[in-house]
């Protein structure tokens, strides 16, 4: 079975390294000045020759609360004015990306994050939505994934009604912890009853995909206390579920400085959390798809992975690689062909940029022959835990084993270790491997020796 995991802590203390998520490879990391608006036009250009789908993500930065955890680009705000300005910025970079596609271009999947994306009122979502369909094409039936973030803490069933009346018919629900003490830690009070209303509301509205976020490693979390949770959580029946790994970076996050370090759990506790979850989802009959994603097995996702057509993007694991990614809104990456782009991260530069009639790209990068192939093996391992090597030779004309002949000593050794079965057709991630999957894909990333790995998170 493609889900099946088989927990080894030997292993996992030696291959639990610091390292991308690879969402993307390159990795934004790897991003520069040397990449603005001309290729951005240009990409989209092409995009509209080839009639690519789409797929578009729009960034809403706002949050009426400070979460301590958070590592996301925010602006915390009481005043619900400052979305509006933002606002108009918004519509204006969407008119101006949208004149350079075609109106054949379908919007086979639509986002939006942040922030809290339901910040925004009623009348601010609508006339967003409505901006995106004048624009782009936008699918009326109901068949595209068309999902949005939300707090139970900023949403209720009107908000819920609407969100599916404007075309949304997904969501992802930002949980974390129940316990009172864990969440008073992270200044972030919510209830399981304020979380369970909007589920209910989703339902009863024929959403057709609910996502859970949780975090372990919080401060004041224990294995008995977090066990509690996802019991809970699975009560609550989730299609999908998503578990990270909490990073500690207060040097890199100013949030993450009100935490308490002395109240984290050890890393014996953060590992013995994560086995306890897997164990209790998998009595669930959630299956394991990777990097911390767990669905149940209709669902869309663990369908992709038994058929070898999932992927990963700036979203995450998706049904849809094979669209062109639009990023809209402050920080939002785009990833159009072989170009990734990526606009401001600060919200007076974004607005002040668009305020001059003026695009808001400011960094990113552009693939070259090596990073295609490596992206199409490390996109094959993340996602199907199997590499063919004859597919890749096909699709790039190279030999797998005299191209990558410098890796091998480093793949024997984790063959050797029971990550990973090598052979001269194929490397199989194993089940004692597939949670380190990261580990065996970093082992490609040509890019990563010359990185700070303190910048990434650790891989479990």
């Known amino acids: 079975m493609l889900d099946a995991i088989r927990w080894d802590t030997d292993l996992i203390r030696r291959y639990d390294l610091a390292g991308p998520r690879y969402t993307s490879y390159p990795t934004a990391v790897q991003f520069d000045g040397h990449v603005g608006t001309f290729d951005l036009f240009h990409a989209l250009r092409e995009s509209r020759k080839a009639l690519r789908p789409l797929s578009l993500y729009v960034h809403v ?31 204006q970079e969407i008119q101006l990306i949208a004149c350079h596609l075609d109106p054949a271009q379908k919007v086979e999947q639509l986002h939006f994050g942040g922030g809290t994306p339901t910040f925004l009122s009623h009348d601010e979502l609508r006339q967003l939505m409505a901006q995106l369909r004048k624009s782009f094409n936008l699918l009326e039936d109901d068949s595209g994934d068309y999902g949005i973030e939300i707090d139970p803490r900023e949403a209720d069933w009107s908000t819920m009604g609407l969100l599916r009346e404007l075309g949304f018919n997904r969501v992802s629900i930002g949980l974390q912890d129940l316990d009172p003490a864990v969440q008073r830690a992270v200044n972030r009070l919510q209830s399981l009853e304020e979380t369970r209303a909007v589920i209910d509301a989703a339902r009863t509205l024929q959403f057709r995909s609910i996502n859970i976020d949780l975090i372990y490693g919080l401060p004041r979390q224990t294995p008995e206390n977090f066990a509690r949770t996802v019991d809970e959580v699975i009560n609550l029946q989730p299609d999908r579920l998503s578990v990270f790994n909490y990073a500690h970076l207060p040097e890199r996050f100013l949030p993450q400085r009100r935490i308490n370090s002395d109240e984290l759990p050890t890393p014996a ?30 669902d869309e996702l663990a369908i992709a992975q038994e058929e070898s057509t999932l992927q990963r993007n700036f979203q995450g694991y998706t049904t849809h690689g094979h669209c062109d990614l639009i990023g809209l809104g402050v920080s939002a990456i785009s990833q159009i062909g072989d170009l990734y782009c990526q606009n401001s991260s600060d919200l007076n530069q974004y607005q002040n940029a668009l305020a001059s009639a003026q695009l808001a790209t400011n960094r990113g990068l552009l693939c070259n022959a090596d990073d295609r192939l490596r992206r199409a093996v490390i ?82």
């Open 61 to 91: 930065p706002f949050c009426a609360n400070i979460c301590y955890y958070c590592a996301c680009n925010k602006v915390i705000t009481k005043d619900r004015g400052r979305a509006l300005p933002y606002l108009q910025r918004l519509e």
């Open 269 to 298: 506790q953060k590992l013995e959390m994560l086995q306890r979850t897997i164990e209790q989802l998998t009595a669930a009959g959630y299956r394991y798809i990777g990097m911390d994603h767990f669905a149940l097995p209709d």
């Open 379 to 460: 996109q094959q391992l993340i996602c199907s835990f199997n590499l063919e090597f004859a597919e890749i030779e096909k699709a790039f004309n190279i030999d797998f084993r005299g191209y990558f002949g410098e890796l091998w000593p480093q793949l024997q050794r984790m063959a050797e270790d029971g990550l990973i079965e090598l052979n001269n057709e194929r490397i199989t991630v194993l089940p004692a491997g597939r949670l380190l999957v990261r580990s065996v894909c970093m082992v490609f990333d040509a890019y990563l020796e010359q990185q700070n790995r303190q910048r990434f998170s650790r891989v479990i």
